[in-house]
């Protein structure tokens, strides 16, 4: 049990942290080869730029978690604070939409990619690896949308 608390209390945080230090770390080297070596790595920007793809995802995931996505609040503040709350879970619900669609669409170009066999030019990476953070993004995106209508309807049948 602690595990599964602290993969929900934690797990996008954590993925955050280990990919963009990756990320720092690969552009730091190839700013050392580069500039004092005078010696590019040819896959240094490749991998950064992927990891950014993958950090750029599970940074979605994290902002449904702790339920600090953009909106556009100036209609809401208008509604009576009921009726405010009622909104909230209204876009938490079209934002669910909105992943699951994400995740069967990029599901279909996984699979051809996977099909396709293809690689990346440089770090000869399957291309699938970097088509599934959309789906694993958006998927992680849903349980966090789930667990916050759950949280919102149990604060709104609180005050009733």
């Known amino acids: 049990m602690k595990i599964l608390k602290f993969l929900d209390d934690y797990f996008e945080m954590s993925v955050c942290i280990v990919l963009m230090s990756t990320m720092t770390l690969v552009l730091a080297v190839q700013v050392f080869m580069r500039y004092v070596m005078q010696s590019s790595l040819t896959w240094s920007e490749e991998l950064a730029r992927y990891i950014f793809v993958w950090l750029i995802y599970m940074g979605i995931s994290y902002g449904a978690k702790i339920m600090k996505h953009i909106r556009i609040e100036a209609a809401v503040l208008l509604l009576p604070q009921k009726g405010q709350r009622y909104a909230e879970i209204l876009g938490d619900i079209l934002f669910l939409g909105f992943a699951l669609f994400v995740v069967v669409t990029s599901w ?30 958006f998927a992680l995106t849903a349980v966090r949308q789930v667990q916050a209508i759950v949280h919102r309807v149990r604060l709104l049948a609180g005050e009733n």
Do not use: C, D, E, N
């Open 108 to 137: 279909g170009i996984v699979q051809k990619q996977l099909m396709l066999g293809q690689t990346s030019p440089a770090i000869q990476m399957p291309m699938w690896m970097l088509y599934s953070a959309p789906m694993v993004g």
